[in-house]
T-cell receptor
Framework: DAGVIQSPRHEVTEMGQEVTLRCKPISGHDYLFWYRQTMMRGLELLIYFNNNVPIDDSGMPEDRFSAKMPNASFSTLKIQPSEPRDSAVYFC??????????????FGEGSRLTVL | GEDVEQSLFLSVREGDSSVINCTYTDSSSTYLYWYKQEPGAGLQLLTYIFSNMDMKQDQRLTVLLNKKDKHLSLRIADTQTGDSAIYFCAEKGAAGTALIFGKGTTLSVSS
């Protein structure tokens, strides 16, 4: 079975440019999460969706960040305009809904963003 | 608020046991998790423990949970060089589905 698929794996851009990160969750998973990993702050939850609806976006750093989930198989995280402090690895994860679920999150390989 | 704390680095020799410690704040957590991240890769679930358990053993891995002290530990027996990675402790937040992660412990295994 295919896991969570993220693209691009690596992105290098210049300050001020728009960045779009993409994620395809595991088929049948109702929840989708965006996390950001940095050395200083570790793994931070940015936003998560349930059935394509944003549930908690309190972790989104500022208005420059936005996330959408137009359908059950696709989500985007957009940064506009990007800044050097946005440099990080961005992870997408998904999990199925269900009372017997242990709540395990299934992670993609991550998108490493470098803003110059 | 919810918070998960763990030490940042651990260095051991091949064949020794490794113990990675974690403290968490949410006493209502139903599950606690250990994830492993190898270089350049995503996080993969290593093991988990249900909150009504004190201990869970899975081959070389032993998880100990002290709910009174909100302390979780992961012991890796006979540590191998292939165990070198970042290990994350995580709890499921009171609000529901999202996991709250610690900053990760980098385990370095020397031969």
């Amino acid at each position: 079975d295919a896991g969570v698929i993220q693209s691009p794996r690596h992105e290098v851009t210049e300050m001020g440019q728009e960045v779009t990160l993409r994620c395809k969750p595991i088929s049948g998973h109702d929840y989708l999460f965006w996390y950001r990993q940095t050395m200083m702050r570790g793994l931070e939850l940015l936003i998560y969706f349930n059935n394509n609806v944003p549930i908690d976006d309190s972790g989104m750093p500022e208005d420059r960040f936005s996330a959408k989930m137009p359908n059950a198989s696709f989500s985007t995280l957009k940064i506009q305009p990007s800044e050097p402090r946005d440099s990080a690895v961005y992870f997408c994860a998904s999990t199925p809904f269900g009372g017997t679920s242990t709540g395990e999150l299934f992670f993609g390989e991550g998108s490493r963003l470098t803003v110059l | 608020g919810e918070d998960v704390e763990q030490s940042l680095f651990l260095s051991v020799r091949e064949g020794d046991s490794s113990v990675i410690n974690c403290t968490y704040t949410d006493s209502s957590s139903t599950y606690l998790y250990w994830y492993k991240q190898e270089p350049g890769a995503g996080l993969q679930l290593l093991t988990y423990i249900f909150s009504n358990m004190d201990m869970k053993q899975d081959q070389r891995l032993t998880v100990l949970l002290n709910k009174k002290d909100k302390h979780l530990s992961l012991r890796i027996a006979d540590t191998q060089t292939g165990d070198s990675a970042i290990y994350f402790c995580a709890e499921k937040g009171a609000a529901g589905t999202a996991l709250i992660f610690g900053k990760g412990t980098t385990l370095s295994v020397s031969s």
